[in-house]
Every structure is written in structure tokens, then in C-alpha cells.
């Protein structure tokens, strides 16, 4: 019964505002319970597709690594560190036009039901101060081209892109 | 994640192995203050040979562990980064700032 209670709310969230269909270049869907000991499991799924989808083994590290940090900054301050709240997650491949053409992209789209965050509060710290804490926004900003915090309804929705380095892609081929 | 400690004269020594995340970098903090703050050792000696990933919040644990032991005047060490550990360092700015060697033996010899 408790985990009813549980995954319920996770139906209404992956489902709700957008419509993610297969023709809009929908990858992979996850629906996950806020428990930390669950992050090596996305981080296995986050590797694997990365490198399907052609980027370089960093780009691999560091967009498992922004996706990591952010479902952490989930755990840690959307929810206040109860295991038991819902994160929907979804990941589509993107396109954007450039000077060399289409450049194919991932976009992870990251969804929870905490309170509204302020997105003043979502500038990371200066690495010149030595202290704990802080490093995750620096983290995302370092490997995404895009970091998009919307707050849709009651959803808190967080939106990541990186794109695929052509003239990378060029040298390996 | 696993966390096994070893002594020898005026050291202890973490051998740490699989992946510090949020899970367990608390269990990785409470150790090392733990042992800095009040077992008072001299000198706190990480191995990070079989870490295989580590997050913000477990650098965040190191950087408390470094902070304690300076603030008591002990040394606190780590060796056998992987690539993958010594990048997250590098990215937060931070390698510089830890005492870091290639294997135990130079951990110890110093």
C-alpha cells in the first residue's frame, strides 16, 4: 500500500504539461523514488546512452556527471532529504540549426514535486572560497550547453542540453 | 561504497572503494572527523585507488576533513586518485589545495 502512495504521483508528473512522443525524438523515460542509493543506477543508465549517442568518452563523464548533481540538488534541497518523493525523468534527442548545419543533441528534462525554488539561489558559488558545498551547480553549468529551471504548475522542471561536438564526431570517423 | 581503516604508528590510513555519492559521503565524513577531531591522529591518509566516481558531496566531505585537520594541525592526505576523481578536483579548483601523491608508498614516506 505505501508504495502506492509512492509511485502514484510519479503517473501525474511524467505525464502532465508535455506530451513526449516517440515522433518528438523520446529516448528514454525513468520515473524514480528520491532515495540517494538509487543515483548509481541512473548514473549506469546516464553512461550508457551518452556513449550510444556518440560523445566523446568526457562528454560521457560529464553529462552523467551534471545529471547526477542535479538529481542530488533534488534530494538534498527540493525534498529535504525524504527518499520517498517523485523524480520523473526524461531524455530526448534534440536538434539545433548552426553554422555547420543540424547539430543533434540530448536533452534530459528532470521533474519533481518540491516546493518553488528561487532561481536566485541557483547560481552555484565562487570556486575561489574553499569550503564545502556548492560545487553541484558548477558541475551542470560545466558540462550542459543549456541549464533551464521552470516551475510549471506544482513541478518543479529542470532542463538540460548538450550538444554533439561535430568536428569531434569528424576526427573519429 | 566501502570504508576500511588501517593503523600504523601516528597514522590512519581509508581504503575506500566504489563510488562516493550522495548515499554514503555522509558515512565518508563522519570517519574522517571522527579521526581527525577526536582520535587526534596526526596524520589522516586517504586511498582513493578504487574510488570509481565521487560527486560534490563527497569532495565536500574531503574538503571538511582537510579544513578539521588544519584547524588541529594534523595532516590529511590522499593518494591513488583516479582519472575520474582527480577531474572532479580539478574542475572544482581544489587538487591544488590537498596534499595528493600517486601510491601509498609516497603517501608515507613524507
Excluded at chain 1, 96 to 116: F, I, N, Q, T, Y
Amino acid at each position: 500500500m505505501s508504495h502506492m502512495k509512492t509511485f502514484l504521483p510519479l503517473r501525474a508528473l511524467d505525464t502532465r504539461g508535455q506530451n513526449f512522443e516517440l515522433s518528438r525524438g523520446l529516448l528514454l523515460k525513468l520515473a524514480m523514488r528520491s532515495d540517494p542509493s538509487l543515483l548509481c543506477v541512473v548514473r549506469g543508465a546516464m553512461e550508457r546512452l551518452t556513449e550510444t549517442l556518440g560523445f566523446s568518452a568526457a562528454e560521457c563523464r560529464s553529462v552523467t556527471r551534471a545529471v547526477d548533481e542535479a538529481l542530488t540538488n533534488i534530494m538534498r534541497h527540493s525534498y529535504g532529504g525524504c527518499v520517498d518523493r517523485p523524480i520523473a525523468m526524461c531524455f530526448r534527442q534534440v536538434q539545433r540549426r548552426s553554422k555547420r548545419g543540424l547539430d543533434e543533441g540530448l536533452e534530459v528534462l528532470l521533474c519533481d514535486r518540491g516546493p518553488a525554488i528561487d532561481p536566485a539561489k541557483l547560481r552555484g558559488r565562487k570556486l575561489e572560497e574553499i569550503r564545502p558545498g556548492g560545487l553541484g551547480l558548477h558541475f551542470i553549468r560545466q558540462a550542459m550547453d543549456m541549464v533551464e529551471f521552470t516551475r510549471v504548475g506544482r513541478t518543479n522542471r529542470l532542463r538540460l542540453v548538450k550538444y554533439l561536438q561535430p568536428a569531434k564526431l569528424d576526427l573519429n570517423s | 561504497m566501502q570504508i576500511s581503516t588501517r593503523r600504523e604508528d601516528k597514522t590512519t590510513i581509508f581504503d575506500v572503494s566504489g563510488d562516493i555519492d550522495l548515499a554514503n559521503s555522509p558515512e565518508v565524513r563522519k570517519a574522517l572527523l571522527r579521526e581527525i577531531r577526536e582520535n587526534r591522529t596526526l596524520r589522516v591518509v586517504m586511498n582513493m585507488s578504487k574510488v570509481r566516481y565521487i560527486d560534490s558531496s563527497g569532495v565536500a566531505s574531503l574538503v571538511e576533513g582537510l579544513k578539521a585537520s588544519r584547524d588541529l594541525g594534523s595532516r590529511f592526505i590522499l593518494f591513488g586518485l583516479s582519472g575520474t576523481a582527480r577531474e572532479v578536483l580539478q574542475l572544482s579548483r581544489l587538487l591544488k589545495i590537498f596534499e595528493v601523491y600517486d601510491n601509498e608508498e609516497q603517501a608515507l614516506a613524507r
